[in-house]
């Protein structure tokens, strides 16, 4: 079952770059606004950053169950804060 765990992140990491990849001329044309480095580069990273959490938390719930439900809690409750103040 963590195998599986491990390859379902995996996958919708590797999933998130091939689309990305394949929809790349959609991200040349994106308002570089809110843009960091590049679109294609900054999806990258974000899907990186996420990988990095659900791994984080994965680990935390196997270890103490109860600390991984704590940080989904904080972070669902700051990641709402963030979608309506930015």
Same mark, same amino acid.
């Given at each position: %079952? *963590?195998?599986?765990?491990? &390859?379902?992140?995996?996958?919708?990491?590797?999933? &998130?770059?091939?689309?990305?990849?394949?929809?790349?001329?959609? +991200? *040349?044309?994106?308002?570089?606004? +809110?843009?960091?480095?590049? $679109?294609?580069?900054?999806?990258?990273?974000? %899907?990186?950053?996420?990988?990095?959490? +659900? %791994?984080?938390? &994965?680990? @935390?719930?196997?270890?103490? $169950? *109860?600390?991984?439900?704590? *940080?989904?809690?904080?972070?669902? @409750?700051?990641?709402?804060?963030?979608?309506?103040?930015?």
């Amino acid at each position: %079952m *963590q195998k599986l765990l491990f &390859w379902i992140g995996t996958a919708i990491l590797g999933g &998130w770059i091939l689309a990305l990849l394949v929809n790349f001329t959609v +991200y *040349q044309e994106v308002t570089t606004y +809110y843009m960091v480095i590049h $679109p294609l580069v900054d999806g990258i990273l974000f %899907m990186a950053v996420m990988f990095g959490i +659900y %791994m984080l938390v &994965w680990r @935390t719930f196997l270890r103490k $169950p *109860q600390t991984a439900t704590i *940080q989904l809690a904080s972070l669902g @409750t700051v990641f709402m804060v963030l979608a309506f103040v930015v």
